[in-house]
């Protein structure tokens, strides 16, 4: 029997930088198909379990072959103190320089010394 836990993403890093940012994210795929892509043949049942019923149904399947269990989590599935941590581990690993800290106004770019600087340009010309 093989657990997926798939999470949408990387719940750790949501809590630890970035709740809600894209680049927490991952694509979603057919993740109960695993088996028949290793093995197009294969025997294994797949099952994708989003309630407490669907856990106990697929636990109640034969097991005279592989069982793959995808279990849907919600993105945010995590002690509280991680989900409560407001960047506080990104400050310990990051500083104060850190992309915790990046203004983001520009196209989710940091701010160039040579953009959108009177003394850039006043220097360049």
């Given amino acids: 029997m093989i657990f ?5 993403g990387y719940t750790i890093e949501r809590g630890y930088l970035g709740k809600a940012e894209q680049y927490n994210d991952i694509a ?5 198909d695993l088996p028949r892509v290793l093995r ?3 025997t294994a049942r797949s099952f994708v ?16 072959t592989l069982i793959f269990i995808e279990a ?5 599935d995590a ?3 991680i989900m409560a941590s407001s960047n506080t581990g990104a ?14 106004s520009n196209s989710g770019r940091p ?15």
């Fill in 4 to 8: 997926l836990i798939n999470n949408g």
């Fill in 49 to 64: 379990v989003k309630t407490t019923a669907d856990l106990a149904e697929a636990l109640s399947a034969p097991d005279d």
């Fill in 91 to 104: 400050d310990i690993d990051y500083g104060p320089r850190g992309p915790q800290h990046r203004d983001t």
């Fill in 28 to 32: 979603t795929w057919a993740y109960a």
């Fill in 40 to 42: 197009r043949d294969t």
């Fill in 79 to 81: 002690p509280a103190a």
């Fill in 111 to 125: 701010e160039s010394p040579t953009r959108n600087s009177g003394a850039a340009r006043r220097r360049l010309g």
């Fill in 72 to 76: 849907v989590m919600d993105p945010y």
